[in-house]
């Protein structure tokens, strides 16, 4: 793998480059801003030197723009423009990175979220993601003013001491993310 540091500003974005553009204010442009200032840049870019073009990392390399660097270090390809143009969608593919185990990623989120003086939305995760993840209760009554999603689901209604809850909880998520089920959850003086 050839990795250089190259001038920002002979970096071209494709001009076929699928991808939405993100702006400033926009919550994933905000959060992806945020990872950058937290970890860095720690994915490079990806750019093609027979085309000039930047393959892979549009959204990063309007940030660091953005925040005025001069240099970013890139992974420096020679491809065709065709091969080039099956490397951006491959990268940007959710479906070539395939899927969350929804109960080991319950369980991470979990133990991030319980760390003292740790802030999960690091994640990537918006707070409302990581409520839905999380199985977070909702406030009282706003799950009996819900429409039932059918007339033939099954309710089940558990009763778990309060002292208990959150270690009970752990287990509840993951069979909650493992069967794909949906659960209201009332902790009283929420």
Not at 66 to 84: I, N, Q
Request: charged residues 25%.
């Amino acid at each position: 793998m050839n990795i250089e540091n190259l001038n920002i500003n002979d970096l071209k974005p494709a001009p076929y480059n699928p991808r939405v553009d993100l702006e400033p204010g926009d919550p994933r442009f905000e959060r992806l801003v945020r990872s950058l200032t937290e970890f860095d840049l720690v994915q490079p870019l990806v750019w093609n030197r027979v085309t000039g073009h930047l393959v892979g990392g549009h959204q990063r390399l309007a940030i660091l723009k953005h925040h005025g660097m001069k240099e970013v270090p890139c992974v420096v390809v020679e491809m065709s423009l065709e091969r080039e143009k099956a490397l951006n969608i491959a990268l940007n593919n959710a479906q070539v990175g395939g899927d969350w185990e929804l109960d080991k990623l319950a369980a991470l989120l979990n133990e991030l979220e319980q760390l003292p003086d740790f802030d999960a939305s690091l994640t990537g995760f918006s707070s409302d993601d990581l409520k839905d993840l999380l199985f977070v209760p909702a406030e009282e009554g706003a799950a009996d003013s819900e429409e039932p999603h059918s007339d033939n689901a099954v309710r089940v209604e558990l009763v778990i001491n309060e002292e208990l809850w959150p270690e009970v909880r752990v287990e509840i998520d993951q069979l909650i993310a493992a069967n794909h089920l949906e659960a209201h959850v009332r902790i009283p003086g929420s």
